[in-house]
């Protein structure tokens, strides 16, 4: 499994990703539009990992999501869906669905 770096917007989003997302795996917050320095300190962070943003769809996210695609334009994306109301408010299975997708967790193994 590669050495992934999750970046969301904030401390509810964290909290929503740990149901599903193991401790070993770091998601750092932007804490809303990032300034110079917290885009400095998630440069720092993401050092060799692959760097996953996970925002949410409404204009604040896409406009975080942009910005940070110009600074880690390898970074994959993992969208909600606007009816889901941000990353917070995303039901668990369709997150894990999506983080399986991405490599993050492991795929659910086939029943024989």
């Known amino acids: 499994m590669d050495d992934f770096l999750i970046i969301v917007e904030g401390k509810n989003d964290v909290r929503r990703l740990r149901s599903v997302v193991p401790d070993t795996i770091p ?41 940070l695609k110009e600074v880690f334009p390898d970074a994959l994306d993992i969208y909600t869906k606007p009816g889901y109301n941000g990353v917070e408010h995303t039901p668990l299975d369709y997150m894990a669905d999506r983080l399986r997708r991405v490599g993050i967790l492991p795929p659910v193994p086939e029943h024989w």
């Open 27 to 67: 998601i750092a917050m932007t804490y809303g539009i990032p300034g110079s320095e917290r885009i400095e300190a998630l440069k720092k962070m993401a050092r060799h990992r692959t760097v996953v943003l996970m925002t949410d769809a409404d204009a604040a996210g896409r406009r975080i999501r942009r910005m």
